[in-house]
C-alpha cells in the first residue's frame, strides 16, 4: 500500500503538470484517497503540506468543513427550537438516548444544510478568494464532518462549474476504480465524481 508521502508527492505533481484534458470535461478537482485510519496523520500533515505547496509556488486557502458546519449549526435560525426540543427530550430520558431520535435529530440537521445555501456559499467564496490569487490553490480538510449529513459528491456536482483554479479534497475513504469512491470506507461505492482521484 501506497504511503501518504507517496500520495501526496503524486498529488504535487498532477497539479504542477495541469489537468489532462478528458472527454468528461471535469474542473481541476482532485481527491488525495486515504484510510480512515490515517485521518490523524492527515491531520498532523496538513501544515507541511501547505508549506510544500507554497514553496512550489502555490498560494493555499483552505476551507474546514468541521469549522463550516459548526458556523452554520451555531448561526441557524431554527437554533433555539433544536436547543429547547433537545432539553425536553433529555429531561424525559429515563433510558439511554433511543437511535430512532438520534436519526429524527441528524435529519432536521441534514435538512438544515442541504435547503439552506450557506454551505455552498461559503465554499464558493472560498473559491473566489483562491482563484484571485496568483497559483491559488483551494485545499478541503475534515471531510469526515460531513457523516452523517451530506456527501461531498452531491456538493461536487454544485461547485464543478464555478471552479477556476485547482481544489484539492483530503478524502478519507477507499478508492474503487477509476471513479468510485466509498466515503469513510462504509457507504457504498459512488461512482459520480468527475475529479481525479489520488491513492
Known amino acids: 500500500m501506497r504511503s501518504l508521502k507517496d500520495k501526496f508527492d503524486e498529488l504535487c505533481l ?13 474542473a481541476p ?8 485510519r490515517e485521518v490523524l496523520e492527515v491531520k498532523s500533515q496538513s501544515l507541511a503540506w501547505i508549506a510544500k505547496l507554497e514553496n512550489q509556488g502555490w498560494n493555499v486557502g483552505t476551507f ?4 463550516a458546519l459548526n458556523v452554520i449549526f451555531q448561526q441557524h435560525k431554527l437554533r433555539p427550537q433544536w436547543l429547547t426540543g ?9 433510558t439511554p438516548f433511543p437511535m430512532a431520535s438520534v436519526d429524527e435529530i441528524n435529519k432536521t440537521l441534514r435538512k438544515a ?24 490553490l483551494l485545499l478541503l480538510t475534515d471531510l469526515e464532518a460531513l457523516h452523517p449529513y451530506l456527501r ?4 461536487e456536482a454544485i461547485i ?7 481544489v484539492v479534497v483530503l478524502y478519507p475513504g477507499k478508492r474503487e476504480g477509476k471513479t468510485s469512491l466509498r466515503f469513510l470506507e462504509f457507504y457504498p461505492a459512488d461512482p459520480n465524481y468527475r475529479s481525479e482521484h489520488i491513492g
Not at 29 to 36: A, K
Not at 64 to 67: E, G, I, K, M, P
Not at 86 to 94: N, Q, R
Not at 113 to 136: C, H, T, W, Y
Open 152 to 155: 461531498i459528491n452531491g456538493i
Open 113 to 136: 444544510l442541504s435547503d439552506g445555501p450557506e454551505l455552498i456559499d461559503m465554499i464558493r467564496e472560498k473559491m473566489d478568494v483562491a482563484a484571485r490569487l496568483n497559483n491559488g
Open 160 to 166: 464543478q462549474s464555478d471552479v477556476r483554479c485547482p
Open 14 to 26: 498532477r497539479i504542477q503538470d495541469g489537468r489532462r484534458l478528458e472527454s468528461t470535461g471535469s
Open 86 to 94: 433537545e432539553k425536553y427530550l433529555l429531561g424525559k430520558l429515563t
Open 64 to 67: 474546514s468543513f468541521a469549522d
Open 29 to 36: 478537482i482532485y481527491y488525495l484517497v486515504f484510510p480512515v
